[in-house]
């Protein structure tokens, strides 16, 4: 870490990466002014706390925003950095959504002037990180962008750095993780190393915005490629009667082997979406990383169908009982253990997928989470003991990890019940 002479840096999109990230820039002393378009977040913010959950992320924004390093706003003002980091969804057929980055990078092209720098952080298809310059030069044609070839004059500096962090983690991994940093020139490079010392202790790499693009893409599709292998395990398994964490803790002590642990599915806005995007530019080619996607977004579908079997195995059971008076309490719904993300978990699909199709009672156990807008009840650990017949084990939260259940009726995607 070094002292930068950025001043002022933006930071617009507040959510699990940009708010970390910009509390961090203004832990060294920094002048941080985040955007984001949710006033709820700003509000949140500016009174000094925080509106996610992640460990020790509301001491950093208390201690920042007591300091006056750090203050939130709904409108971009000028500042000498810009940092990027807005959701990148799907649409359609797969394909990567980046009209969030268009809106944040017009936002913000008024207020840009000549030295500054702008890096998107949000994970992006190929290219991206060339369009945001295209789109400055829409908004802002007195200022000259920066090209790959590093010819002609330039009044801006662009960038590509991707956030490779582990949610739960974030605070620290920001701090000590290396960083892939890739500039439309090397100009841009250089600029946006400068400004990620301020509190990196791991290694900035400079490298180009394509491949630094493609790297997160990768990082996340190796980690797909993964989970599919042990998703696809565990349902082989089923079918022969093997109980497959045995089976990967066997197969583990092979010295050059590590199978990961099986699961519902894959969730979160990183691995369940980032490889569509390498497959969206190359469909033809990346036939390994499309299994793996389909592989993995079938494993939900798998284990609706096993709590459906296994209702029907307490109703043959359990002849005087209706199907509206069985309770299913399924366990979990965040994406991973011990965070309150939900964005695409396999866990609040299959929850509510077996609401809308299970004819029963169903209820639902998240300890990171106090309400929900779904519909079906969230209640505690003690009212799903009390009340359930079946138990669904979707997510290893380490509430759920302090007990076994003694009931027969136990549908678990995770292997720490059974």
Same mark, same amino acid.
């Given at each position: /870490?070094?002292?930068?002479?950025?001043?002022?840096?933006?930071?617009?999109?507040?959510?699990?990466?940009?708010?970390?990230?910009?509390? /961090?820039?203004?832990?060294?002393?920094?002048?941080?002014?985040?955007?984001?378009?949710?006033?709820?977040?700003?509000?949140?913010?500016?009174?000094?706390?925080?509106?996610?959950?992640?460990?020790?992320?509301? /001491? %950093?924004?208390?201690?920042?925003?007591?300091?006056?390093?750090?203050? !939130?706003?709904?409108?971009?003002?000028? !500042?000498?950095?810009? %940092?990027?980091?807005?959701?990148?969804?799907?649409?359609?057929?797969? *394909?990567?959504?980046?009209?969030?980055?268009?809106?944040?990078?017009?936002?913000?092209?008024?207020?840009?002037?000549?030295?500054?720098?702008?890096?998107?952080?949000?994970?992006?298809?190929?290219?991206?990180?060339?369009?945001?310059? *295209?789109?400055?030069?829409?908004?802002?044609?007195?200022?000259?962008?920066?090209?790959?070839?590093?010819?002609?004059?330039?009044?801006?500096?662009?960038?590509?750095? #991707?956030?490779? @962090?582990? #949610?739960?983690?974030? @605070?620290?991994?920001?701090?000590?993780?290396?960083?892939?940093?890739?500039?439309?020139?090397?100009?841009?490079?250089?600029?946006?190393?400068?400004?990620?010392?301020?509190?990196?202790?791991?290694?900035?790499?400079?490298?180009?915005?394509r491949t630094a693009e493609m790297a997160k893409l990768t990082?996340?599709?190796?980690?797909?490629?993964? +989970?599919?292998?042990?998703?696809?395990?565990?349902?082989?398994?089923?079918?022969?009667?093997?109980?497959?964490?045995?089976?990967?803790?066997?197969?583990?002590?092979?010295?050059?082997?590590?199978? %990961?642990?099986?699961?519902?599915?894959?969730?979160?806005?990183? +691995?369940?979406?980032?490889?569509?995007?390498?497959?969206?530019?190359? #469909? *033809?080619?990346?036939? %390994?990383?499309?299994?793996?996607?389909?592989?993995?977004?079938? =494993?939900?579908?798998?284990?609706?169908?096993?709590?459906?079997? =296994?209702?029907?195995?307490?109703?043959?059971?359990?002849?005087?009982?209706?199907?509206?008076?069985?309770?299913?309490?399924?366990?979990?719904?965040?994406?991973?253990?011990?965070?309150?993300?939900?964005?695409?978990?396999?866990?609040?699909?299959?929850?509510?997928?077996?609401?809308?199709?299970?004819?029963?009672?169903?209820?639902?156990?998240?300890?990171?989470?106090?309400?929900?807008?779904?519909?079906?009840?969230?209640?505690?650990l003690d009212a799903a003991f009390t009340t359930a017949d079946?138990?669904?084990?979707? @997510?290893?939260?380490?509430?759920? =990890?302090?007990?076994?259940?003694?009931?027969?009726?136990?549908?678990?995607?995770?292997?720490?019940?059974?």
């Amino acid at each position: /870490m070094q002292e930068t002479s950025f001043k002022t840096v933006s930071v617009i999109g507040l959510g699990y990466i940009g708010l970390p990230t910009a509390a /961090m820039f203004a832990s060294r002393k920094v002048n941080v002014i985040g955007v984001d378009v949710n006033q709820h977040a700003v509000d949140t913010i500016n009174e000094g706390h925080v509106h996610i959950v992640e460990p020790d992320l509301d /001491m %950093l924004v208390g201690a920042a925003v007591t300091a006056g390093y750090l203050r !939130a706003t709904t409108t971009p003002e000028p !500042a000498d950095a810009f %940092l990027i980091a807005v959701p990148t969804p799907l649409k359609g057929d797969h *394909e990567p959504d980046l009209s969030y980055i268009e809106a944040a990078t017009k936002a913000i092209a008024p207020v840009l002037k000549k030295g500054d720098l702008v890096v998107l952080e949000s994970t992006s298809p190929v290219g991206a990180t060339e369009q945001v310059a *295209e789109w400055i030069s829409e908004e802002s044609p007195d200022l000259a962008v920066p090209s790959r070839d590093s010819k002609g004059r330039s009044d801006l500096y662009i960038a590509h750095c #991707p956030e490779r @962090v582990l #949610p739960g983690q974030v @605070v620290r991994e920001l701090v000590e993780n290396d960083r892939v940093i890739g500039g439309i020139n090397q100009e841009s490079s250089q600029k946006a190393v400068e400004l990620y010392q301020a509190f990196v202790k791991g290694d900035c790499i400079i490298t180009n915005a394509r491949t630094a693009e493609m790297a997160k893409l990768t990082e996340n599709s190796y980690r797909d490629v993964n +989970i599919a292998f042990a998703n696809e395990l565990s349902v082989i398994c089923d079918e022969l009667d093997i109980n497959v964490s045995d089976l990967i803790s066997l197969s583990n002590r092979h010295p050059r082997v590590n199978i %990961l642990q099986p699961g519902p599915g894959v969730g979160g806005h990183c +691995i369940a979406v980032d490889p569509w995007f390498i497959v969206s530019k190359t #469909p *033809e080619k990346a036939k %390994l990383i499309r299994q793996a996607r389909e592989t993995n977004n079938s =494993k939900p579908g798998w284990v609706i169908n096993k709590v459906r079997k =296994k209702v029907e195995q307490f109703l043959a059971e359990y002849p005087n009982k209706k199907r509206e008076e069985v309770t299913v309490a399924c366990f979990g719904l965040a994406f991973k253990p011990d965070i309150d993300d939900l964005r695409e978990s396999p866990a609040l699909h299959i929850t509510q997928e077996l609401v809308n199709t299970l004819g029963c009672k169903v209820i639902a156990v998240e300890p990171n989470i106090k309400i929900i807008k779904e519909d079906f009840e969230l209640v505690n650990l003690d009212a799903a003991f009390t009340t359930a017949d079946i138990y669904v084990l979707l @997510v290893d939260h380490y509430q759920f =990890k302090r007990f076994k259940p003694s009931v027969a009726h136990i549908v678990d995607t995770k292997g720490i019940w059974l």
